[in-house]
């Protein structure tokens, strides 16, 4: 079975950074495309961004792109989340996810999450 550890949160000002990590074990690492979502208080979970395999491809939301980075390391089974610029509207759960590159699940679902690593953002 698929085990997703996060770790990197924590309490930053604003204009800061943070690296998120994940760490991956259960299965074979490169076979899984990796993503990072995230859940503020009282709202829903939104998509953040992803990374296939090969980690040559990545896709990046509108709210964070040009700040936020996705990489992974397929030596160390290990995602990453490289976050700068952060702003209070950051402030959110941050959750890694993942899915089997051959899934037959709807595109952009992910049926693997870890436990989440707390963000907070202060003005």
């Known amino acids: 079975q698929v085990q997703l550890v996060e770790s990197g949160g924590g309490l930053v000002q604003a204009g800061g950074s943070l690296r998120l990590s994940c760490t991956f074990s259960?299965?074979?690492?490169?076979?899984?495309?990796m993503a990072w979502f995230r859940q503020a208080p009282g709202k829903e979970r939104e998509f953040v961004a992803a990374?296939?395999?090969?980690?040559?491809?990545?896709a990046t939301a509108d709210s964070v792109k040009g700040r936020f980075a996705i990489s992974r390391d397929n030596v160390k089974n290990t995602v990453f989340l490289q976050m700068n610029s952060l702003e209070p509207e950051d402030t959110a759960v941050y959750y890694c996810?993942?899915?089997?590159?051959?899934?037959?699940?709807?595109?952009?679902?992910?049926?693997?999450w870890g436990q989440g690593t707390q963000v907070t953002v202060s003005s």
């Open positions: 990374i296939d395999p090969s980690g040559r491809n990545s």
């Open positions: 259960g299965r074979t690492f490169i076979m899984y495309k």
């Open positions: 996810a993942a899915r089997h590159r051959a899934s037959a699940l709807p595109a952009n679902e992910y049926n693997f």
